[in-house]
């Protein structure tokens, strides 16, 4: 396996407004850059969950952080949603976007929690892949998905230069009620 990119600073930032024992779940976790540096800036601090569709790259989050549990099932299929009953503090989402699943991210949410979503936005295709739009994210997009029972804590949409030069868009909300 490659190196990990390093984790976004934006997410670990975010991560400090969670109390001890925080519920946490990685979303489209990968190999768990995030999972591992939530686990190693925050010890013991947080109860961490981790999804992907493979199971190698959830194997090695396991090994990484031992006290986390991991699920593996494709995340656009038409298979039973594995959080039925399930509701976090706080639901994670970085460069992975899949459209028709963003109304039940924020259904993840406990009243009190947060919603940190980071990705891809248009204009990426001048620093490379993803470039197909169906993968992108509009200006504001995220912030027209947001239930009213949401309120939004922070937003950017632009270019960024670390770890590579890329086309974002970052939205945190806390569910109200």
């Not at 270019?159 to 590579?164: D, E, G, H, I, S």
Request: charged share 20%.
């Amino acid at each position: 396996m490659a190196p990990l990119p390093p984790p976004s600073s934006w997410l670990l930032k975010q991560a400090e407004r969670l109390p001890d024992q925080a519920a946490i779940l990685d979303f489209a976790a990968g190999y768990g850059r995030h999972c591992r540096a939530l686990d190693q800036t925050f010890p013991n601090k947080f109860i961490i969950t981790a999804v992907d569709r493979d199971a190698d790259a959830l194997a090695l989050i396991k090994k990484a952080v031992p006290t986390s549990t991991v699920i593996c099932t494709d995340l656009e299929a038409e298979t039973p949603w594995p959080f039925a009953s399930r509701r976090f503090d706080a639901v994670l989402v970085t460069n992975y976007l899949f459209r028709p699943k963003l109304a039940m991210l924020f259904d993840l949410v406990v009243v009190g929690g947060y919603l940190f979503y980071e990705t891809f936005a248009d204009g990426n295709a001048a620093f490379g892949k993803p470039s197909n739009p169906d993968y992108l994210l509009k200006p504001d997009e995220l912030p027209a998905t947001m239930p009213a029972a949401f309120q939004q804590i922070d937003y950017f949409h632009g270019k960024v230069t670390m770890p590579r030069p890329a086309m974002i868009q970052r939205f945190a909300a806390r569910r109200r009620s």
